[in-house]
Nanobody, 119 residues
Framework: QVQLVESGGGTVQPGGSLSLSCAAS????????MGWYRQVPGKQRELVAQ???????TYADSAKGRFTISKNPTIDTVSLQMNSLKPEDTAVYYC?????????????WGQGTQVTVSS
């Protein structure tokens, strides 16, 4: 099992920046990818950014050019730098880890951290 602890988040004005960090513990050697998802009430959780162990990145269209995911310095600790934040980025952000399991990839989740973009 992988345990995830998030830090960062908070409230920022439109156009501002925030950084989220996530640290994994437990079976970190099994982690294939780490990423960030977000969720607003009444909507499904959606992928924001993902980074694999071999440095392949995936970004949601809404995040491209504004958000950067990186490992610090290994895959068990990742950060999400969010610039040029917009009110529509307001959500609870969840750290995610993917590890191979018996029936395919298994997800581990952090507790979530609130990001609010408001003037």
């Amino acid at each position: 099992q992988v345990q995830l602890v998030e830090s960062g988040g908070g409230t920022v004005q439109p156009g501002g920046s925030l950084s989220l960090s996530c640290a994994a513990s437990g079976r970190i050697f099994s982690i294939y990818a780490m990423g960030w998802y977000r969720q607003v009430p009444g909507k499904q959780r959606e992928l924001v950014a993902q980074l694999t162990r071999d440095d392949t990145t995936t970004y949601a269209d809404s995040a491209k050019g504004r958000f950067t995911i990186s490992k610090n310095p290994t895959i068990d600790t990742v950060s999400l730098q969010m610039n040029s934040l917009k009110p529509e980025d307001t959500a609870v952000y969840y750290c995610n880890a993917k590890s191979p399991g018996r029936s395919g990839m298994e997800d581990s989740w952090g507790q979530g951290t609130q990001v609010t973009v408001s003037s």
